[in-house]
C-alpha cells in the first residue's frame, strides 16, 4: 500500500515534466526585438564582407582599377540612382521577371501535374525535363535572338526556359511525397477530376509546391541576367544585367560592381518578402513550425 502513493508522485512528476517541454518558450512581441533579431545576422554578415573587401583594398593585392574600395562602388551607385539609371534598370529587370516567371509558373505547374499523374508520360517528359534543368539557360540566349530579334520575347523566353523545368519537377516530386491516405480518402469520398486536385492533391503538395517555385526564382533571375548581359539594344531599354555589360564595355569596375551589389539585393529582397514568408506561413498553418 505505500508504494501506490510514491507510484502517483512519480506519475505526476511525469506528466508534469511532458506539460513542460510541450509549452513553447515566450517569444517576444515587440517588433523592435523581432525586426533586430530577423536583420541583426544579416547586417552582420554584410559588415564582414564589407571590411575583409576593405582590407584587400588596403592591401593592394589587387590594382584599384581591378578592384576598386567599396566606397568608389558606392558613388557609382549613386551616381546611377541620382541620373535615375539605376531606377530604371530595376524597373525593367522586375518587369521582365514578373511577366517570364509567372508564364514559367503556368507552364511548369501544368505540366508537372500531366507528368505526375499521367505514367505514360513519366519517363520521357520526366527525362527531358532534368535535361533542361541542367542545361545552362544562357545557352538559350543565341537561339532566342534568331527567333525573335532583338526583342523583350528574347528574353521572355529565355526566362521561361531556364525557370518552368525547376517548377514542373517540384511539383512531380511534391505529388510523389503525397501521403497514400490522402488518395484513398479523395477517392473514398468520391473526388475526381478538378475536384481531386484543387481539394486533395494541390494542398497536400503545396509545402513541395513553394519549394520548388521559390527555387525557380532564381533560376528566372539568373536567367533573366543572362538574357540582358547579351540580348541589349536601345530599343529593349537599360536593365541591370545591361548596366553591367556597360560597365565591362566602359572598363568600369565600379560600375560593374555596383550592377552586381543591385542584382543581388533585388533577387534577394524578392525572396526574403515574398517567398520565405509564404513559406513560413503554410509551414505554421500546418503546425510545423513555431509561429
Known sequence: MATEPVEQVALVELEEGLDALQVARPVSDHPAIRVARSLGPRLGAVVAVIL????????HLKPAFALPAPGDVWASLVQQARAGHLSEAIFNSMRRAALGYGAALLIGTMVGLAVSRLLVLRTGVGSLLAALLSLPSVTWVPIGILWFGLTDATIYFVVILGAFPSIARGVI??????????????????ARGLDLYRHFLLPAALPGYLSGMQQAWAFSWRSLMAAELIAHSPQLGLGLGQLLNDGQEQFDMP?????MIGIL??????DELLFRPLGRGVLRRRGLTTP
Open 52 to 59: 575583409i573587401w576593405q582590407l584587400v583594398v588596403a592591401l
Open 173 to 190: 516530386s511534391a505529388v510523389d511525397q503525397i501521403d497514400p491516405l490522402v488518395l484513398r480518402l479523395a477517392r473514398s469520398l468520391g
Open 255 to 259: 560600375l560593374a560592381l555596383a550592377a
Open 265 to 270: 539585393a533585388v533577387g534577394l529582397t524578392v
